[in-house]
């Protein structure tokens, strides 16, 4: 699938602040007059999206004990099932700003296959998402890097979700699991259409301010791909 130069999905472990950011970057695009659409993934309402909160949940059993094949089917349909609406708000020329998207899916899912396996999986997991369902491709993607110890923190901090009864899910629960994950993602952001923003201040010990974090997003997505926040004429 070609890529859409106005699709702009934000990535990030569990607690790394994806909605947060997405919530300042959309004010900002309101504030410049930028036609844009919001989704957010999984969408816990859809067909699939009811299946991968039960996953979620742990209807289908503990975290090790669920092939990632079958998660990753669930996660990808999901996005299927928003294919149209997707390429309306594109065809529309509208900014298209995702909370996930299909490399939330690799990196949580491929994290869950053992190291010599992986590779094959992710590539499997392409190959679906992209030129079986030939979803529209993302043109810039940007990761919110987090310690994996303090985004689980952070994710304790979270209201009660529809989609659970638990505190956190499945993959939330599981320290190792959300390593793991960052370390795809990181393995993944070495590619040409990714941005990485560290949201942890070593130095200091803490995350930085959200405000803060959102400057160097603007920055960043201004530098690699201006007409996404550019001011509309009237």
């Not at 990808?76 to 900014?95: I, M, N, P």
């Not at 998402?129 to 304790?156: F, M, N, S, T």
């Amino acid at each position: 699938m070609p890529l859409h130069n106005k699709f702009l999905a934000i990535e990030g472990i569990d607690g790394a602040g994806k909605r947060t950011q997405i919530d300042l970057l959309c004010r900002q695009l309101r504030k410049r007059r930028v036609a844009f659409t919001r989704f957010s993934f999984p969408r816990y309402n859809s067909f699939y999206g009811r299946m991968v909160g039960r996953f979620l949940n742990g209807d289908f059993g503990r975290l090790a004990h669920v092939d990632a094949h079958f998660s990753a089917l669930l996660y990808a349909g999901d996005r299927l099932e928003a294919k149209r609406e997707l390429e309306r708000a594109l065809q529309g020329g509208r900014v298209v700003v995702a909370d996930r998207y299909a490399a939330s899916n690799l990196a949580h899912q491929g994290a869950r296959v053992p190291p010599k396996q992986r590779g094959a999986f992710l590539k499997w997991l392409l190959e679906l998402e992209y030129k079986v369902h030939r979803i529209p491709r993302e043109g810039l993607i940007v990761l919110l890097r987090v310690p994996a110890a303090q985004a689980q923190r952070l994710v304790e901090r979270k209201t009660q979700r529809g989609y659970t009864r638990k505190k956190k899910d499945i993959q939330e629960a599981d320290l190792k699991h959300l390593e793991a994950a960052a370390k795809v993602y990181d393995r993944l952001a070495q590619g040409p259409r990714w941005l990485t923003i560290e949201c942890f201040d070593k130095a200091a010990g803490r995350l930085r301010p959200p405000e803060e974090i959102h400057r160097d997003v603007v920055r960043e997505i201004d530098a690699r791909a201006r007409f996404l926040l550019r001011r509309q004429r009237r």
